[in-house]
């Protein structure tokens, strides 16, 4: 079975970065075929996929986060980590890592998901 846990600092400040990062249990990020991806939901908003990543090192992200999110992996912790930076309020959000077939998640009944970190940021 895999798992997912999401961790993260919890609170930032406008315009810093924040870092988060999905341990996984159950599979290896350098062998699963899955697409490894970042999703978000604001508050009283509906799911956002940011940006995935697969086990060849290929990552895609939503155009509007380009260039401010990058997700990388650390094989040897089997993590994979979220940074994303120029940090507003508007990213506050819950944020989940999930492991999925396809590329772009719109659904939480798709693929398998992490309990969620909240981010909040605010002065």
Do not use: H
Request: hydrophobic share 30%; net charge neutral; proline share 5%.
């Amino acid at each position: 079975q895999v798992q997912l846990q999401e961790s993260g600092p919890g609170r930032v400040k406008p315009s810093q970065t924040v870092v988060l990062t999905c341990t996984v249990a159950g599979t290896s990020l350098t062998t699963d075929t899955y697409y490894w991806s970042w999703v978000r939901q604001p508050p009283g908003k509906g799911l956002e996929w940011m940006g995935a990543r697969t086990n060849s090192g290929s990552v895609y992200y939503l155009p509007s986060l380009q260039t401010r999110a990058s997700i990388w992996r650390d094989t040897s912790k089997n993590q994979f980590t979220l940074k994303l930076s120029s940090t507003t309020p508007e990213d506050t959000a819950v944020y989940y890592c999930a492991r999925a077939e396809e590329l772009v998640i719109k659904s939480i009944d798709e693929g398998d998901w992490g309990q969620r970190t909240q981010v909040t940021v605010s002065a």
